[in-house]
């Protein structure tokens, strides 16, 4: 399968969220990464046909998704950003409606949906109503009613959010076994998350895409530009205020451990390090307003 | 089909504002029916089988001999007419357009009160007091109409409709299978509470006075519908319009749903399009009200649009709620299902 975005363009009123973007994807996990704002949501809503596109197209194998109606859809499961539920169903009571609403006949849906229940980790509550589970359960459910229908095209949209460091492992997990022969697109904050499953990372900024590739092809531009430090304390907050740092760590002896992004080497005794994506990440969304989560690891 | 169809009414019925309001209707419904008293209606079924027929001057006068008022109770009535406190319905039937104050006859003749219309007398209080307790239950049915549809839409843009939206289903089988179930949910109910009332009336009443006219009737129903129909007619015609009256609610309320992006508001502008109408001050006489006398709220409360006009016979012109409910039935399901196909979410 291809999936061709050409020349993709969204706009709200005078906002840009998604300005002429254009790339294809094939067979593999893609993980979209940018600061909040990015337009990588309307991206994912774009390629999902619940929104439409000011200008561009999207095209499957050459034909217009637009125009495939129950087909293309029938290929699509889509985790949403803050993924809603009926309160008053239970697990296995949702995802035996998302099961009707995917056409999946009746005699498969209750066992499909007892496996993504048994995967997602929710099979002792699948007879609990929505209404008293947590944040991470939801989530999870959120996932499993995603993949019922075996999609061609998974798009998940934050799907690790809210989820602890098990729940985040064992979805990495999950999304590695299911994504032989599908395009998986998911966007995170969790830049590690990203790191660990995506065969191909797209950065989004201002909603263009800015890089794509894999971890060590976007972060070789990096490649020297990144360096740690020991230093006591008070200094090491100063240096902080001066370079961008992703990473600052409190040793046992009262020094702390940087991690700064700079073109030059800051201070002597610094060395250079390896970079990693949050390196990168830091370095093109060092002018934005700084959200927590994007840190999150 | 068969299953989203399933899963639609469960959501329907399991808002627990849909249960509350469903036993409230029947709290309204058993209340209607306990305040009836056996031997009363008893009593009357008997005075009434005495002057079964139609009603001609010579019954007249034999009603006024045999429901004359004692001294005593003119006097313990402090001038009040006998057609006010009367002590049947027969009695206040008669008195009300055939006597004085006083109880003597005040000189008109059934061709003076009715013209040439055949007045069939009979027990028709029973069936009017029914009707009166449908009035209730229908306006109440109405309301709880709106309430099973204003989420069918509306509740979905509260974050669902990102999953039914890329589903295979979600743009056809889907909507189809809500406006199903907006449909099916009221009517069932409205089918469900119709069968108690008719088996109750029919247990209560039997059959008596079904063919009796409704205009020979005790002063409180003086006017309820002022045509010449049968109590039989007139319940027909009051099932009826409690059905068009819950397809004409579902109709509008399932494209206000569409159009609404919470469910509150989408109640909230659904009930006010269906009260409204009431607070207009015009009379059932005017012309306009042949327009809006086929809004739903008219067909629950059936005497206003009864009242309006008989065409022939048994045919009045409230027979145009029916077309004017499946018109509206039909602009909702479309309307509901353009604006909720095309949105974009948010």
């Keep these: 399968m291809k999936l061709q975005i050409h020349n993709l363009t969204k706009k709200y009123g005078t906002k840009t969220a998604v300005d002429h973007m254009s790339f294809t994807v094939e067979n593999g996990v893609y993980g979209l990464l940018g600061a909040n704002g990015a337009g990588k949501t309307t991206l994912m809503r774009l390629i999902c046909g619940i929104q439409r596109p000011t200008a561009g197209k999207i095209t499957l194998d050459g034909q217009e998704v637009s125009g495939m109606g129950e087909e293309y859809c029938a290929l699509l499961g889509y985790l949403p950003q803050n993924c809603a539920f009926y309160p008053d169903f239970t697990a296995l009571d949702f995802l035996l409606y998302v099961c009707a609403l995917k056409g999946i006949e009746a005699k498969n849906a209750g066992k499909r949906s007892r496996l993504l229940l048994r995967e997602v980790g929710l099979e002792k509550e699948q007879k609990q109503k929505i209404k008293t589970f947590s944040g991470g359960m939801k989530q999870r459910l959120g996932i499993a009613q995603a993949m019922l229908n075996n999609p061609g095209i998974l798009i998940l949209d934050e799907p690790t959010a809210g989820l602890d460091p098990r729940e985040r492992i064992r979805f990495r997990n999950l999304i590695s076994a299911f994504s032989k022969n599908r395009i998986v697109i998911l966007s995170t904050h969790i830049v590690s998350d990203i790191e660990f499953i995506a065969g191909e990372i797209m950065m989004m900024k201002n909603g263009r895409l800015l890089k794509t590739g894999c971890t060590g092809e976007i972060t070789a531009e990096m490649l020297g530009k990144v360096w740690e430090c020991t230093l006591p304390t008070v200094q090491a907050e100063k240096l902080a205020v001066k370079y961008p740092v992703s990473n600052m760590r409190n040793t046992e002896d009262g020094n702390t451990v940087l991690r700064i992004i700079s073109p030059q080497k800051p201070l002597d005794g610094a060395k250079t390090v390896q970079p990693n994506l949050e390196d990168l990440y830091l370095n093109y969304f060092k002018e934005e307003k700084r959200d927590e989560t994007a840190f999150e690891i | ?346």
């Design chain 2, 1 to 346: 089909m068969r299953q989203l169809l399933k899963f639609e009414l469960k959501k329907i019925f399991s808002r627990r504002l849909v249960l509350v309001g469903i036993l409230l209707l029947v709290c309204v419904n058993v209340s209607g029916f306990l305040s009836l008293n056996m031997a009363d209606i008893k009593y009357e079924q008997e005075l009434a089988g005495k002057y079964e027929g139609v009603l001609d001057d010579a019954k007249v006068q034999q009603m006024l001999i045999d429901f004359k008022p004692t001294k005593e109770q003119l006097q313990m009535w402090g001038g009040l007419s006998v057609a006010y406190v009367g002590t049947s319905f027969m009695q206040s039937a008669v008195h009300s357009r055939f006597a004085r104050d006083d109880g003597s006859w005040n000189g008109k003749t059934v061709a003076d009160v009715f013209g040439d219309e055949k007045i069939q007398v009979g027990y028709n209080e029973g069936w009017l007091n029914l009707s009166r307790i449908l009035v209730r239950m229908a306006l109440g049915l109405a309301l709880l109409s709106i309430v099973m549809t204003a989420p069918v839409f509306a509740g979905e843009y509260e974050g669902v409709d990102n999953i039914i939206l890329t589903s295979r289903f979600g743009r056809s089988k889907c909507i189809l299978a809500k406006t199903g179930a907006a449909f099916a949910a009221p009517l069932l109910t409205a089918a469900v509470f119709a069968a108690g009332n008719l088996v109750a009336a029919l247990a209560v009443f039997g059959t008596e006075g079904l063919d009796a006219s409704v205009l020979f009737s005790s002063l409180s129903y003086n006017n309820y519908i002022p045509l010449n129909i049968s109590c039989g007619t007139m319940l027909l015609y009051q099932a009826g319009l409690i059905f068009s009256g819950v397809i004409m609610t579902v109709g509008i309320t399932l494209a206000v749903s569409a159009i609404c992006r919470s469910q509150l508001t989408a109640l909230i502008i659904s009930a006010l399009v269906f009260i409204l109408p009431m607070l207009f001050s015009v009379m059932e006489k005017e012309p306009l009200f042949k327009l809006i006398g086929l809004l739903p709220v008219y067909h629950v409360q059936f005497s206003s649009l009864m009242s309006v006009a008989q065409i022939s016979g048994k045919l009045l012109f409230a027979v145009w709620a029916f077309p004017a409910a499946a018109a509206a039935a039909i602009a909702g399901c479309l309307l509901g299902k353009r604006f909720f196909a095309s949105h974009e979410v948010s």
